[in-house]
């Protein structure tokens, strides 16, 4: 899973990213190159289970991150726009996680609306592009062959037209599968789920007027001082748990940007335990216990007998695996199984 962070100039991206990947590139210096790291998703329940079993390791499940350069809203003296350039970055990724400056730092006053403003145009303008373009192709095939090799593919086109120049996403577009079938190779900007992550000053609050705009446009918001983020990150785990206890918080605003985005890209996770490991594992939501064995390894996937099942939940208050089975809490699902966020899984199967 890939989320790319982007955003205009100067709003704190590369700032979160270091934090969240533990990365170390400069700040407050733009830059022209994305960066790409890994940053592991933060789970206490994964702390608690290292706990129960001690195993020799504990492993997190993990986001892959891509910090886009910032970029200016609106177009040069050629009509080319940089930001259309610069988004080409975020094309591949699952989900965007738009970072807004609210603080005003020495950049200027802080202008959250116009912001989102700017990247909800440029999201769509570099979308209209990519659709004109099809478009265009479609009319010369139409003209050279008499018709075009797929009589859906003009109306859709049109459709996806009409929609970005009446400035809506299109994720707001319902398709049906053969449409969603036509577009996917086009990795459309507005299409993808959107995190937009207010980064506001030390000691103040997230604008409410900028959220309210952010969730109407079907983002997921999360607000976060990256500044103290960075000083957070920089504390032995023991200090940094008292410096979030003096401000009433019991975890990093960082870690409910990464969980935010992993509920907008629809995951879970589910767990393996053992001696030798602990490990929290990422499928989506609605996934069935086959796919998630499949996550382990495709044997198990292809040989998958039984899932031993047992809620994360229910074995904490039972105390060991041990208990939660004397307890009738262990179950044995089959193939059908849905697995639920938070579930500990051993899979039984053969090959
Ligand atoms: N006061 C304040 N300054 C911040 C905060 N977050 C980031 N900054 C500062 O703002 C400057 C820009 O931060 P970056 O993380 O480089 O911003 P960016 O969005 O990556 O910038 P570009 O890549 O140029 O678009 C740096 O000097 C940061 O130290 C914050 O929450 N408060
Ligand atoms: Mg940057």
Redesign the pocket.
């Known amino acids: 899973m890939q989320i790319g ?1 982007i ?12 934090v969240i990947t533990g990365a170390d ?7 022209v190159e994305p960066h790409l790291a890994v940053g592991k998703v933060p789970d206490s329940r994964l702390e608690v289970l290292t706990g129960m079993y001690a195993p020799k390791r504990t492993v997190h499940a993990s986001i892959e991150w891509v ?1 886009v ?3 200016e809203g609106g177009a040069g003296p050629d009509g080319s726009r940089e930001a259309t350039r610069f988004l080409e970055h975020g094309r591949k990724v699952d989900a965007l996680a738009q ?1 807004v ?1 609210c ?5 200027g006053p802080s202008d959250p609306e116009g912001e989102l403003e700017t990247l909800a145009l440029e999201l769509g303008l570099a979308d209209l592009q990519v659709v004109e373009n099809r478009i265009e192709r479609l009319e010369k095939e139409k003209a050279r062959m008499g018709k075009v090799a797929n009589l859906l593919e003009p109306p859709l086109f049109e459709r996806l037209r009409e929609q970005l120049e009446n400035d809506r996403p299109l994720r707001d577009l319902e398709l049906n599968v053969d449409e969603e079938k036509i577009i996917t190779g086009y990795t459309f900007l507005t299409r993808k789920p959107m995190i937009v992550v207010l ?4 000691g103040e609050d997230a604008p409410a007027a900028a959220a309210e705009t952010a969730r109407a446009a079907g983002a997921e918001v999360v607000s ?7 000083e957070i990150a920089q504390l032995e785990p023991e200090e940094a748990a008292e410096f979030l206890a003096d401000l009433g918080e019991d975890e990093p605003a960082a870690h409910r940007m990464i969980r935010a985005s992993y509920g907008a890209l629809d995951l879970q996770s589910f767990f393996t335990v053992g001696p030798d490991e602990c490990r929290a594992w990422t499928v989506r939501r609605g996934a069935t216990a086959p796919e998630a064995a499949g996550r382990i390894h495709s044997d198990l996937e292809r040989g998958f007998i039984r899932a031993e099942t047992v809620a994360y939940d229910e074995l904490v208050a039972a105390g060991s695996h041990a208990a939660a089975k004397a307890a009738n809490q262990v179950r044995l699902e089959g193939k059908g199984y849905l697995v639920q966020d938070g579930d500990i899984l051993e899979i039984r199967f053969s090959v």
Do not use: S, W
């Open positions: 962070i955003g205009v100039k100067f709003t704190g991206k590369t700032t979160l990213f270091n590139q400069p700040t407050g210096q733009g830059g910090d350069p910032g970029f970072v400056r603080f005003d730092g020495g950049y980064n506001h000053a030390e976060v001082c990256a500044a103290m983020e960075e």
